[in-house]
């Protein structure tokens, strides 16, 4: 029996079902099913089957956040198959379709996992479990968590779809193999409808979920409270944000009953509600132990402020379990993810010591921030550059591009002695924590004491040097890596690879905190800034290490306020809800850099318009001497993202399957 279930869960987790085949269902072979749930062990199985479909958020190739977003870049003119315009890199090209589309998630095509073959999945399962008589030795309170546990999947993987889609059928129910060709067929459902159907789901059942994972040895990865309510809260965000509250330009998308699919009023109310999800999630989250990271309690050495406050970011991300992690599942694809990531900082690496596959496989980089993700980053004083008082009277913002030499008193960030660009001088701790570029230090891969010369790790970018494009390919196109995807334990070496692969954050606290403020600032009447917004605004400024006392800072600049009275040439800023809007989404774009948030933020703000309709720039990275090097290059003139790609296409061939469905609006 034993073998017969083992078969029939690898040949579950191995069929390969078309878009609409999500009406269907696997055969209705009840001897099977009635093995699977007769008992516990099986049972679990087919539980750890449903959550087997999350999409792996650390999967550069096949999650459309990291990729497509124009936060990163790789090197196009070597061919790669693996940076192939049939990834979601093809997305951030333009190359989006309806023949064929790119990270398929509907269809679960192109690297992406099947959705509603998953939300089926979850029906079958709920469809056993609820009922008694199976799963004979299964507790009522192990029934309970079980259909909570798949309740919120199915809730989750509704959300996958609608983030991306828009407006997408509900599957509330498994159809069995005996349903007529009508009663399969079934039509996309106003944004509206599915997401009150969505947070119906998770409020039924979160209360059945243990508030936090007390067997973390064997259930780690699985949902608590408050990871359930994390998800309700991304789903309300979602809902009242622009693209999806009062969309007029979608006045036209209507489904074949003629109901409006995107509301065409605006409500202040919605906005009222994602609040309270947020607020809810962050009091049941920090209740049960969850916190925003802090380096130092786990530091082997005792380190300057420089790197201890550049590491939380870092750490916050790839740091296994830790306090923030609100929720994710597995390894998320990392492994890859990290050395894609990872500038090669081995002095004697050359490529007579080392084979093709080892190449392949270690450090390079090819993950590479553009120059507008470095730019983005605050200074020093908490600001933007290019509003930074300093900066601008300085001359510093208008010569960025040109070069410096490191000052010793830099020597925890940058090189000694070494000449780099001014944009990478006086900036913030999160800059240098998230980013390496030539003459950036690079802690761990082995440094882990801070004033130890001998082992200290550099990264030479140029051409030929040991972090550029030493054998013309798998390098960084714009002369940025991604440290901050990077765990700083790994070790990568002439014959050693230890990558310590970490669950990639699907939400952790500080994506809620800013969920939160932005949903408070939207929801608060009139134009007066809630009080709370600077108090959230501050916790994640004070963690990054913007703050008074640090670096020499006389001034509470973890206050916006203050950081912006003192150093901005826009010092009321802060003091408006327009101004503090800006704030925070710039804020998320540095806390969450690099973590697949952008590309869908700048959606559901509708500013994807504007923002990915620039070119994607970078250093020369073929340059060899300095003066080569530091010359801005156009890596691509970007095709206008237009309105239709706010959501994405179905295949054309599911439209000829069910009738009933219609294309997305505009394609």
């Given at each position: 029996?034993?073998?017969?279930?083992?078969?029939?869960?690898?040949?579950?987790?191995?069929l390969n079902y078309g878009c609409s085949?999500?009406?269907?269902?696997?055969?209705?072979?009840?001897?099977?099913?009635?093995?699977?749930?007769?008992?516990?062990?099986?049972?679990?199985?087919?539980?750890?089957?449903?959550?087997s479909f999350v999409p792996e958020y650390g999967n550069l190739w096949?999650?459309?956040?990291?990729?497509?977003?124009?936060?990163?870049?790789?090197?196009?003119?070597?061919?790669?198959a693996r940076f192939s315009n049939n990834t979601s890199w093809g997305i951030a090209r333009g190359l989006q379709n309806t023949t064929n589309p790119l990270t398929n998630y509907w269809d679960g095509e192109q690297g992406a996992k099947p959705m509603f073959r998953a939300i089926r999945e979850c029906n079958i399962f709920l469809e056993y479990v609820r009922d008694r008589k199976r799963v004979p030795d299964l507790s009522d309170s192990e029934r309970k968590r079980w259909i909570a546990e798949v309740n919120?999947?199915?809730?989750?993987?509704?959300?996958?779809?609608?983030?991306?889609?828009?407006?997408?059928?509900?599957?509330?129910?498994?159809?069995?193999?005996?349903?007529?060709?009508?009663?399969?067929?079934v039509t996309r459902v106003p944004v509206d409808k599915v997401v009150e159907y969505m947070v119906k789901l998770i409020d039924d059942s979160y209360n059945n979920l243990p508030p936090k994972i007390f067997l973390p040895a064997t259930e780690m990865g699985r949902l608590t409270q408050p990871a359930a309510l994390a998800i309700k809260a991304k789903i309300l965000l979602w809902a009242a944000s622009p693209l999806f509250n009062g969309n007029t330009d979608y006045a036209n998308f209507r489904n074949k009953e003629g109901e409006h699919l995107i509301n065409q009023t605006y409500s202040r109310e919605k906005w009222v509600s994602a609040m309270e999800a947020c607020h809810a999630a962050i009091k049941l989250a920090e209740q049960n132990g969850h916190a925003l990271y802090d380096f130092s309690m786990n530091a082997v050495f005792s380190i300057p402020d420089e790197i201890h406050y550049a590491m939380n970011?870092?750490?916050?991300?790839?740091?296994?379990?830790?306090?923030?992690?609100?929720?994710?599942?597995?390894?998320?694809g990392t492994g890859a993810l990290q050395r894609n990531s990872m500038a090669c900082v081995i002095p004697a690496l050359n490529q007579g010591k080392v084979t093709g596959a080892m190449l392949q496989a270690c450090a390079t980089g090819v993950f590479a921030p553009t120059i507008e993700t470095a730019e983005?980053?605050?200074?020093?004083?908490?600001?933007?550059?290019?509003?930074?008082?300093?900066w601008i009277n300085k001359g510093y913002y208008n010569n960025r591009y040109s070069t410096q030499?490191?000052?010793?008193?830099?020597?925890?960030?940058?090189?000694?002695?070494?000449?780099?660009?001014?944009?990478?001088?006086?900036?913030?701790?999160?800059?240098?924590?998230?980013?390496g570029f030539d003459g950036s230090t690079w802690y761990g891969n082995g440094w882990k004491d801070a004033n130890d010369e001998n082992s200290k790790n550099y990264v030479d970018a140029k051409s030929g040097k040991n972090s550029g494009d030493k054998w013309a390919t798998l390098y960084s196109a714009t002369g940025y890596f991604a440290k901050k995807l990077v765990h700083y334990e790994n070790e990568i070496t002439n014959d050693k690879q230890d990558i310590k692969e970490y669950p990639f954050p699907i939400v952790r606290l500080a994506d809620l905190y800013l969920m939160y403020i932005e949903a408070l600032n939207e929801s608060t009447e009139g134009e007066e800034v809630n009080p709370e917004v600077y108090e959230y605004l501050k916790r994640i400024r004070e963690r990054s290490g913007l703050k008074k006392g640090l670096f020499g800072?006389?001034?509470?600049?973890?206050?916006?306020?203050?950081?912006?009275?003192?150093?901005?040439?826009?010092?009321?800023?802060?003091?408006?809800?327009?101004?503090?809007?800006?704030?925070?989404k710039h804020e998320r774009q540095i806390e969450l850099a690099l973590e697949g948030q952008q590309y869908h933020d700048l959606r559901r703000w509708k500013d994807a318009t504007k923002e990915l309709s620039k070119p994607v720039k970078g250093w020369n990275v073929h340059g060899k001497t300095e003066e080569e090097y530091y010359k801005i290059t156009v890596l691509y003139n970007a095709k206008a993202f237009t309105n239709k790609e706010y959501l994405w296409p179905i295949k054309d061939h599911d439209l000829q399957i069910d009738n009933k469905l219609i294309q997305t609006y505009g394609w």
């Open positions: 029996m034993k073998k017969l279930v083992n078969i029939f869960i690898v040949l579950l987790m191995s085949d999500y009406l269907d269902v696997i055969p209705d072979n009840l001897a099977t099913l009635d093995i699977v749930f007769n008992n516990k062990t099986t049972a679990e199985k087919y539980l750890f089957n449903c959550y096949d999650n459309p956040g990291l990729s497509s977003g124009h936060e990163v870049w790789y090197y196009t003119e070597k061919g790669d919120i999947l199915k809730a989750f993987y509704h959300y996958y779809l609608f983030h991306l889609y828009g407006p997408i059928p509900i599957t509330d129910t498994y159809v069995p193999v005996s349903a007529s060709q009508e009663e399969v067929k970011i870092r750490q916050a991300v790839t740091e296994r379990f830790n306090a923030e992690l609100i929720w994710s599942v597995g390894k998320q983005r980053f605050y200074s020093a004083n908490g600001v933007p550059i290019n509003e930074d008082l300093e030499q490191v000052p010793n008193t830099e020597k925890y960030n940058l090189k000694s002695g070494f000449t780099t660009a001014v944009l990478n001088f006086n900036r913030e701790p999160r800059f240098y924590g998230s980013l800072q006389t001034e509470d600049i973890g206050d916006v306020r203050v950081a912006w009275e003192k150093y901005s040439n826009d010092p009321t800023k802060p003091l408006s809800k327009g101004g503090i809007r800006e704030i925070i």
